[in-house]
């Protein structure tokens, strides 16, 4: 069954189950956008501000719902500041209208002097000093309020971006996921490794054991977080990878081979905030000489979503391409702040990886020959990317839940997003299933939120006005923490090897175990 048709199952109806959802996972807030350099070819965001100004309540309460309490006044003050700007609008009109009255009237005189000569009252000059005098006055008066109107229009601009998006009504509101549906998995048939903990391993142990990751020599090269996949590692993270292209070509997903480095500006458009809301570091800047110090800053790309995204930054895209769909495999950095546990050991919380992402732009527009939705919204290529990711999981043979994510979880361009996690027998703790639970895909709607921002448009399409496409993104494949559900979930304890998803075996060579007691 395609994930997005699955039942949603409340999760606190599931406690019997031990679904109950105790641990958070950290998220980005959005913060003061930076006044850093931006390239000429920097396109001009363009947030709603109609929309943000006549709907100030709703956009102040989802601030709250997605945990952006500090956020919440800033819709109130973008209908102040557009009040304010209207006014000075208005006031301008009779200082403008008088000075273009006086100028006439300064050209009219000096046109009589200079015909006249001396004036035989002596008080034409004074009258022109006069006029210039006054008209002068006007004219600085207009310049403060313009100035003004500007600096209203420059904080009007600052405070809409720095807003979440929307949520999507079907976000849950607060802190807890909804289950939607199972892969691999039966709640009353738990693996066996849950009554029998001699069975389980943590990766960790497995792959350092059967050579296939080295964590010593990536501590001695670059420090804690990174890595060497070596021998059956590696051919296994280059088989995740073309598994998961496959699956999405065969889909009509084109491939896309994208940069790790982007201007910082494209990053923060799409999204991620260089720090979160504790102002810890999240993403990496490439840093700069000092005679650079005045170009455009770099980051390293946390996610191939960022480079895919700004593949069509500032351009016009067909409506007759749409729906428009991307592969990518790339290499991904990201700081990852925070203290480090038994949950983040290993494989599954590390600075660099390798990630396979799945983006998309569609037209949501009513189709023109019919009149009504879209034939294919972002719902539409939202279900889509659901199924590709449910697809790998399910040939993966992994167990997996997928989860609709509440309104508290979700980064600030997503208006929708639902969570894959795999189970991990090393997270198992106190016999309580919920702690072995673990992302492994993620898949967001941002609606228009990052096509604002990065001024991409769609036109055509039997629609005059050009409109701001819709764009979708989620993860075909992480390939770290996936190695490590592999390794976990398919160890054989009595035979000490890993059994290899018979779907990767040709991309590997045909090896179908790794590892033997007597190998």
């Given at each position: 069954m395609a994930a997005s048709r699955a039942p949603y199952i409340c999760l606190q109806c599931q406690s019997r189950h031990g679904l109950s959802r105790s641990l958070r996972r950290n998220f980005t807030s959005s913060s003061r956008r930076s006044d850093v350099p931006r390239p000429p070819t920097a396109p001009k965001p363009v947030p709603d501000v109609k929309h943000i100004r006549q709907n100030a309540e709703l956009y102040a309460k989802n601030c709250i719902e997605r945990n952006y309490a500090s956020h919440a006044e800033y819709p109130s003050r973008i209908r102040q500041l557009s009040d304010e700007a209207r006014r000075l609008d208005h006031d301008l009109q009779a200082p403008r209208s008088r000075v273009k009255q006086l100028e006439k009237s300064i050209a009219k005189l000096a046109r009589t002097i200079a015909q006249d000569g001396e004036n035989k009252d002596g008080n034409a000059s004074e009258e022109l000093a006069a006029l210039r005098q006054e008209a002068q006055r006007l004219k600085e008066e207009s310049q403060t309020m313009m100035t003004r109107k500007e600096d209203y229009a420059d904080e009007i601009q600052r405070l809409a971006l720095s807003l979440p998006n929307l949520s999507s009504s079907e976000t849950p509101v607060g802190d807890d996921p909804t289950l939607v549906s199972y892969i691999n998995y039966d709640p009353a048939s738990p693996p066996t490794w849950v009554n029998d903990r001699e069975s389980s391993h943590s990766h960790v142990d497995i792959g350092s054991n059967l050579g296939l990751i080295d964590f010593t020599?990536?501590?001695?090269?670059?420090?804690?977080?990174?890595?060497?996949?070596?021998?059956?590692?590696?051919?296994?993270?280059?088989?995740?990878?073309?598994?998961?292209?496959?699956?999405?070509?065969?889909?009509?997903?084109?491939?896309?081979?994208?940069?790790?480095?982007?201007?910082?500006?494209?990053?923060?458009?799409?999204?991620?905030?260089?720090?979160?809301?504790?102002?810890?570091?999240?993403?990496?800047?490439?840093?700069?000489?000092?005679?650079?110090?005045?170009?455009?800053?770099?980051?390293?790309?946390?996610?191939?979503?960022?480079?895919?995204?700004?593949?069509?930054?500032?351009?016009?895209?067909?409506?007759?391409e749409l729906p428009l769909k991307l592969v990518g495999a790339s290499r991904c950095y990201r700081a990852e702040a925070g203290a480090r546990g038994v949950d983040t050991k290993g494989l599954y919380r590390v600075h660099e990886f390798t990630k396979v992402e799945l983006f998309g732009w569609a037209d949501n527009i009513p189709d023109p020959t019919t009149a009504s939705s879209p034939s294919t919204s972002s719902e539409t290529l939202f279900s889509e990317l659901l199924s590709i990711q449910t697809e790998i999981l399910t040939s993966l043979g992994l167990p997996c839940r997928i989860l609709e994510m509440p309104s508290t979880d979700l980064g600030a361009s997503a208006s929708r997003k639902r969570d894959i996690e795999a189970l991990f027998p090393s997270r198992f703790r106190n016999s309580d299933l919920e702690t072995a639970w673990g992302e492994v895909t993620s898949a967001s709607i941002c609606t228009d939120y990052q096509s604002r921002r990065l001024g991409t448009r769609a036109r055509g399409g039997g629609i005059k006005e050009a409109r701001f496409p819709h764009t979708v993104n989620g993860t075909a494949m992480a390939v770290p923490r996936v190695i490590a559900a592999i390794l976990e979930n398919g160890w054989d304890v009595e035979k000490g090897v890993v059994v290899i998803p018979e779907v990767l075996r040709s991309f590997m060579g045909g090896i179908e175990v790794i590892g033997g007691k007597n190998a």
């Open positions: 020599s990536s501590a001695t090269s670059t420090g804690w977080g990174w890595y060497f996949l070596t021998n059956e590692g590696a051919l296994l993270e280059h088989a995740l990878v073309q598994y998961a292209l496959s699956v999405a070509r065969r889909h009509g997903w084109r491939v896309v081979s994208p940069p790790s480095i982007v201007y910082s500006y494209i990053a923060e458009a799409c999204g991620f905030q260089p720090r979160d809301q504790n102002n810890e570091q999240q993403i990496w800047a490439i840093e700069q000489s000092e005679k650079d110090k005045s170009k455009p800053q770099r980051s390293l790309a946390a996610t191939a979503e960022i480079p895919l995204a700004a593949m069509y930054a500032g351009r016009d895209i067909d409506a007759s």
